[in-house]
C-alpha cells in the first residue's frame, strides 16, 4: 500500500488518465488533429498523421508545433480537436467516490482547454471536485512535458511539490514533476498512440520507458486512490 500521508493536492492529467482510454475519446481528438492538418496545409492523410506526431516528439504537442511553424492560432486549433462525441465516455460513479474522499486539494493539469477539460469532467460524473482547471491557456501555450510549464502550474495554484502527487498516464510527464520534488503516479493505459497503424509500425512515445522518475504505477486509478494511505481528511 502506498504512503501518500504527505500529500495536500492531488494533480491529475485528464485525457486517458481520469477516464478509460478503452472508450477512444482521445482516438477521437487523434484524428481531428490530423484533419485539421490535412485541411489547414493542404496535405494529404499520410502527410498530416506525419506531421502530427513529428510536431508532437519535437515541440510537446502537436498544436505547440503548429503554432511555431505555420502560425496557427490556438483557440482555432483547440475549438476544432475538441468538437468530438464525449457519449462514449463512460460515468464513474466509484472513481467519483475516490476522489471526493481525498484530503487537501485537487487539481487538473491538462494540455487540453478548460472548456474540454469541464465537458469531460462533467461526463465521467467528476463536476464540482476539483479547485481549478490549469491548461495550455494558462500554460500560455508551451505544453508538459516542459519544466516551465509544471512552475507556472505551481505558482499559480500555489502547491507545494514535495506535499503533492501528480498523476499521469504519460511517463514522459512526470518527469518534470518528479524533479521538482512531486509524488507520480502512472496510470498505466492500453490506449494506442498511432490507433490506425499495425503495433509493429507505432512510432515511439519520447519517455515512454519506466524509470526513477515514476514512484507508483497503477492501471485502476479509483482503486489506487481508495487504497493508498492518506492523512485523515
Not at 492560432?73 to 467519483?96: C, G, Q, T
Not at 476539483?130 to 502547491?159: G, S
Not at 511517463?171 to 520534488?181: F, K, M, P, W
Amino acid at each position: 500500500m502506498a504512503d501518500l500521508k504527505h500529500v495536500e493536492s492531488w494533480v491529475f492529467d485528464l485525457d486517458n488518465t481520469l477516464y478509460p482510454a478503452e472508450c477512444h475519446l482521445f482516438a477521437q481528438i487523434d484524428a481531428r488533429m490530423a484533419d485539421f492538418i490535412r485541411r489547414r496545409l493542404n496535405v494529404g492523410h499520410d502527410e498530416a498523421r506525419r506531421l502530427q506526431k513529428h510536431y508532437y516528439v519535437k515541440f510537446g504537442t502537436t498544436l505547440a508545433g503548429l503554432m511555431a511553424e505555420h502560425g496557427v492560432a490556438p483557440d482555432e486549433f483547440l475549438s476544432y480537436v475538441h468538437d468530438i462525441d464525449r457519449s462514449v465516455v463512460p460515468e464513474d460513479a466509484v472513481l467519483r467516490m475516490a476522489i471526493a474522499a481525498l484530503p487537501g486539494r485537487r487539481f487538473v493539469f491538462t494540455n487540453g482547454s478548460v472548456h474540454h477539460a469541464e465537458q469531460t469532467l462533467s461526463r465521467i460524473g467528476l463536476e464540482g471536485l476539483f479547485d481549478d482547471i490549469f491548461d495550455i491557456r494558462a500554460a500560455e501555450w508551451t505544453p508538459k512535458p516542459h519544466r516551465e510549464t509544471y512552475e507556472k502550474f505551481l505558482t499559480a495554484t500555489r502547491v507545494r511539490p514535495r506535499e503533492s502527487a501528480m498523476f499521469e498516464d504519460l511517463a514522459h510527464n512526470l518527469e518534470a514533476a518528479h524533479a521538482l520534488g512531486m509524488t507520480t503516479v502512472l496510470v498505466r493505459q492500453d490506449a494506442t498512440w498511432f490507433a490506425d497503424e499495425p503495433a509493429n509500425k507505432r512510432p515511439a512515445r519520447p519517455g515512454d520507458a519506466l524509470g526513477a522518475h515514476v514512484h507508483h504505477v497503477t492501471d485502476d486509478l479509483a482503486a489506487f486512490l481508495s487504497m493508498v494511505e492518506k492523512a485523515a481528511a
